[in-house]
């Protein structure tokens, strides 16, 4: 059973910095759409940033602080993490599909999930 790792979580000031990262347990793993997703107390589950190939999708609430961004050669996942707001407070999982590039942005076509992460920012 293939695990997605998550680290680089914590608790930071209103507008500093964090850098998530995932890495899959399997070297063979297909990372050819990955992406991250946070879930705040009370709230569903949403999506923050996703990557396939060369084509990105990001949330509103996160464009132009947010970054993702892949190292295939460590097979890793990061996501930085500007301008953190206390409203990005949540648990951030890393997410992928079985396969294949990304269908769309939507949270169904992702299998794969890592434990979660937390993130704290406050005011």
């Known amino acids: 059973q293939v695990q997605l790792v998550e680290s680089g979580g914590g608790s930071v000031q209103a507008g500093g910095s964090l850098r998530l990262s995932c890495t899959p347990s399997?070297?063979?793993?297909?990372?050819?759409?990955m992406g991250w997703f946070r879930q705040a107390p009370g709230k569903e589950r949403e999506g923050v940033a996703i990557i396939s190939a060369d084509i990105f999708y990001y949330a509103d609430s996160v464009k132009g602080r947010f970054t993702i961004s892949q190292d295939n050669a460590k097979k890793t996942l990061y996501l930085q993490m500007n301008s953190l707001k206390p409203e990005d407070t949540a648990m951030y999982y890393c997410a992928a599909r079985s396969g294949g590039y990304c269908y769309g942005w939507g949270r169904n076509q992702f299998v794969y999930w890592g434990q979660g992460t937390q993130v704290t920012v406050s005011s």
């Open positions: 399997e070297v063979t793993f297909s990372t050819l759409c």
